[in-house]
């Protein structure tokens, strides 16, 4: 996918990463902070929802269950009343049974961890088959459990990169995937810890409603910053 002005992105990007590291510091990709098959069916129920109810809500149903097994064979309405925390527990109760069911069903037990030995493509493609799973779930459990050259796009990486110019306006988060491996660099630690604190950032500072621009360490660098904010003080 072609960038236009790709150095100048680039070198804003590394001014911006620099930053975020001095501001939020710098994590290790290695360990996993959780086996991959928690990963993957804890981000299924991250998507709308706060840290402290996704782990709720993840915490409820393993805590009844006990199994993928268990959870993949679980009276739907019990289910969902278990995730009932999250958010939409009604859509996200079906795609937990289902890719539980298919990863069973394919792999024989509930382990993804041979997707480490695959290509990203290929591995990234087993994962999007998935119920349920978009490109920011399999993205994440690419990069965080299998140090993949992945760029997982949240909502809050999305803004944040949207606002300072890092990809154009109105960029889907799903295109935003792309355009940012291009100007990043391709290696997992950088991207993991552009990802954790460009996410970081994006909670404390650039917040979708009222950003603190005055406060932001990155505002010299910041498109939105410049051209509406400024403009409207």
Excluded at 130 to 156: C, E, Q, R, W, Y
Excluded at 166 to 173: D, E, F, G, N, Q
Aim: glycine residues 4%; hydrophobic residues 40%.
């Amino acid at each position: 996918m072609m960038v236009e002005n790709k150095a100048a992105l680039q070198q804003k990007a590394m001014e911006m990463y620099a930053i975020f590291l001095k501001t939020y510091g710098e994590r290790s990709l290695k360990p996993p902070r959780r086996d991959a098959m928690t990963e993957l069916i804890m981000t299924i129920l991250s998507h709308r929802t706060t840290n402290a109810n996704e782990k709720l809500a993840f915490t409820r149903m393993w805590e009844h269950y006990g199994s993928w097994e268990a959870i993949r064979d679980a009276d739907m309405a019990e289910l969902t009343a278990l995730i009932a925390p999250s958010n939409y527990p009604e859509v996200k109760a079906p795609y937990i049974k289902g890719t539980l069911a298919q990863i069973i069903h394919e792999r024989g037990q509930a382990n993804i961890d041979f997707l480490e030995n695959l290509p990203v493509d290929e591995g990234l493609r087993w994962l999007l088959s998935l119920p349920g799973v978009g490109i920011k779930t399999a993205s994440l459990v690419l990069l965080f459990n299998f140090s993949k050259p992945i760029m997982p796009v949240d909502t809050h990486v999305h803004r944040v990169s949207l606002r300072t110019g890092l990809v154009p306006p109105r960029t889907s988060a799903n295109k935003a995937h792309d355009l940012l491996l291009e100007i990043l660099p391709n290696e997992p630690h950088i991207l993991f810890n552009f990802h954790v604190t460009c996410l970081r950032h994006g909670q404390k500072i650039c917040t979708w409603n009222a950003p603190k621009c005055p406060q932001c360490p990155i505002n010299h660098l910041c498109d939105y910053y410049h051209e509406v904010f400024t403009a409207n003080s």
